[in-house]
């Protein structure tokens, strides 16, 4: 197929290395030195001038954008695609993005909204990686638009990718769980390193505890300030519900209550170990 | 030399194989599997019969016990060591040991008191390995019984093993930021995997920010559970300090501040950056 790739980010060249053995790859950024980049590196075929010399030339685009920009994007360039072509966004919010495309949609297009969960703390195309995506979590979140045929394209371009996982939800769905898994621990790196009084030269007293829970705390700043407030009303209770289980943990400390700490880790050992089963 | 390994679990396991290519390593457990795997597999020289046969044989012996084991084994068996003796502990609180320990030490023998900030979410000496010291950090607390050369020979014990850095800290000291790298980076997962409200195959849905920020929950709870206790003040003083930077966050995305949020994340990033420059 020729796959389309609008903005060369992380995630856009680690889309565009894992497609291209198989497929034709044309690619799109603002900032031309990142195509150039990618063109350079083998991760992509071609370098669109333009968004529609991209879109008269592919059959599935990627738009690897920041949330807020996903429609706005769209809006001024749904024009120029070719009747059959299929977009994709790959957003880690879906209910607002969804909002954002609905009214700019054409009958004789596809978009199937989508959320690969995987990453890394780094920006940029220089750091793209299609290993990130071996094993992954996929989600596609289908509306009543969708055909099955563009569907299970998405999805079967997932499997391609190395994702191990591609599961449909509804976006009220989707952005409810991912406020737990993403944006919750994202919000918890950051106040872990936030917390730090300097007291002390922190790093000569750290192990991988703290590297593991702080690691994303080298984020991404405009993304996920997006993020966060695109899914402010799931986030916000998920850190309430966070706070009960910190607060339950915490009186037990209070009331040296050894037994209670013991039968409480035990069981979110038990419920951790479940996750991944044979992964 | 003759290194002693008391308790033959991931810790000791790990000790006794990182010291092994250049010492005569002897091991007691209570449970004789431990040493017995242990020699079968090459990590200890000589699986000794009692604490006694063990003390007469080697030069430093470490007590790799559970905190609140420490002192009471070390009372039983204090009358066995011969004289010049180092013995060392490793856990992770220091003021309780060091308090436990006190009363019992002896003029022609050395106790030092050190953390190997190191460790794995796994529990005994089949998954022992010494890779999991290689530039981790050390902590040595010296108390005004050590002489130079004894805290001298534990250090650079602790840089035979791997480690990369090895800094001296008051008990007090050690507990307060020990508190926080450790200890709550601990409670934090935990209750992130116990807020968890059960309503989605929570596994298909996580990335590696998730599965990172809840890998310790997979945690050892007799070992953890004592070192929360044994450490409570200051861990109580450091879930409010995290408390109250993840309340900062909250009221951000609650009045919807993006460019609060942005500066916030931005100052976060810079700061885990700093931490392990060049690592």
Same mark, same amino acid.
């Given at each position: 197929m020729r796959i389309g790739i609008v903005g060369l980010g992380l995630m856009g060249g680690s889309i565009a290395a894992a497609l291209k053995p198989h497929h034709l790859i044309h690619a799109f950024d603002i900032d031309p030195r990142a195509a150039t980049f990618a063109l350079a590196k083998g991760i992509i075929d071609h370098r669109a001038e333009t968004p529609e010399a991209l879109f008269a030339a592919c059959d599935v685009i990627y738009l690897c954008l920041y949330p807020r920009a996903v429609a706005a994007f769209f809006e001024q360039h749904v024009g120029a695609l070719r009747p059959g072509t299929i977009c994709v966004d790959i957003a880690g919010v879906k209910a607002a993005i969804i909002d954002g495309i609905r009214a700019h949609l054409r009958k004789d297009t596809q978009f199937v909204f989508s959320h690969p969960v995987a990453g890394r703390e780094k920006i940029g195309v220089?750091?793209? $990686?299609?290993?990130? !995506?071996?094993?992954a979590n996929y989600i596609v979140v289908p509306t009543p638009e969708n055909t099955p045929e563009a569907l299970e394209t998405v999805s079967s371009l997932a499997r391609e990718m190395g994702f191990g996982n591609v599961t449909d939800l509804s976006a009220e769905e989707h952005d409810a769980i991912i406020a737990y898994t993403s944006q919750l621990t994202h919000v918890i790196s950051l106040s872990i390193v936030d917390s $730090?009084?300097?007291? !002390?030269?922190t790093g000569r007293f750290i192990g991988d505890s703290y590297r593991d829970l702080t690691r994303?705390?080298?984020?991404n700043a405009p993304l996920w300030s997006e993020l966060f407030l695109e899914n402010k009303k799931n986030l916000l209770s998920r850190i309430d519900a966070f706070r009960t289980s910190l607060d339950a943990f915490e009186a037990m400390l209070r009331n040296d209550d050894l037994d209670g700490l013991q039968q409480k880790m035990t069981e979110a050992k038990r419920r951790r170990s479940l996750l991944e089963k044979g992964k």
């Open positions: 220089a750091f793209a $990686d299609p290993n990130i !995506f071996k094993g $730090d009084d300097g007291q !002390f030269d994303i705390a080298m984020i």
